[in-house]
């Protein structure tokens, strides 16, 4: 049960959506941003959040658009994961959100609030980080492009829309994921991997705080001067973050896990050697 009463909105166009938003602030009231619903009514339930007014973006049409435009991708902020997966539109994203939840869970489960979750994993970042995506944000400026890798919503921001360009859809991909018991769970490690231009990309999440793609851990795992065993372990040496220890797994175990990924990543993109 939810303890406590709140005023439903269900906005037609983003920028109503945004000035509810203003407006329940004005009144000294909280107002919250939903989609799916699932992280809202779990964390509400348990009473760890509460809200005066709920603006629910699944009315937006733009929140639902999943199409090509004539150069890129477009998936509303209220696509749902299995949506991604069953329009086949852009296989590698319908690979990793595959493995999220269950499957009646990914009916409910939005792309939009996946990567901006409380939950550390975020896992269709993977996706989006290795084939320079794009989201649209609105807020007090309007409408505004940012990077995926430099993702940030100030408060009362929501994400409206996600852009792939199309010359990134089809590249060869693979993308694998460890939990520690049964197939649904949290990632121990989950990582995607593209090739471009003959150059390996590759995007983690479970290893660290937040989701990754680093630059210099792809320099090593191309460089052909190296073997692939001595790849892959200076590869790891080279994350600066620290690498999370906790019941899903010890630091060096997420190491052994993380090598074991990337040993089988190279080989199924068949890396140079
Ligand atoms: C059973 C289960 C298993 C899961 N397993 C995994 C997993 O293995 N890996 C993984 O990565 N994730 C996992 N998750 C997390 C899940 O992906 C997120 O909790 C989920 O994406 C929430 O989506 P929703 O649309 O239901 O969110 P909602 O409950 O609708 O929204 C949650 C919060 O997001 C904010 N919000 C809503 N809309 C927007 C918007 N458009 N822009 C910005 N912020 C917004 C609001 O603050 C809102 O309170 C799992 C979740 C469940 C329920």
Partial sequence: MIAFDFEYYQPLILKDADEKYRQARLLGEKAVYFNGGTEFITFARKGQVEADVIIDLKTIPD??????????????????????????????????????????????????????SRLMYKEALLGLFVVDAEVEVIGENGRERQAISKLKLKEGEFISQIFIPYKNLQLPFVSLKRTKLSKVGYPVVSIAAVVKDDEIRVAFSGLTAQPFRCIKVEEILNDATLSIESRIEKAIDKISMPIIKDLNGSEDYRKFVTAQLLWEILQKLEVKK
């Fill in 63 to 116: 929140c639902h658009r999943l199409a090509l435009n004539e150069d890129e991708l477009v998936i509303g902020a209220a696509v749902t994961l299995n949506e991604i997966t069953e329009s086949d539109l852009f296989p590698l994203l319908g690979d990793v959100v595959k493995k999220i939840a269950d499957h009646t869970s990914r009916n409910k489960i939005t792309i939009g609030v996946n990567i901006n």
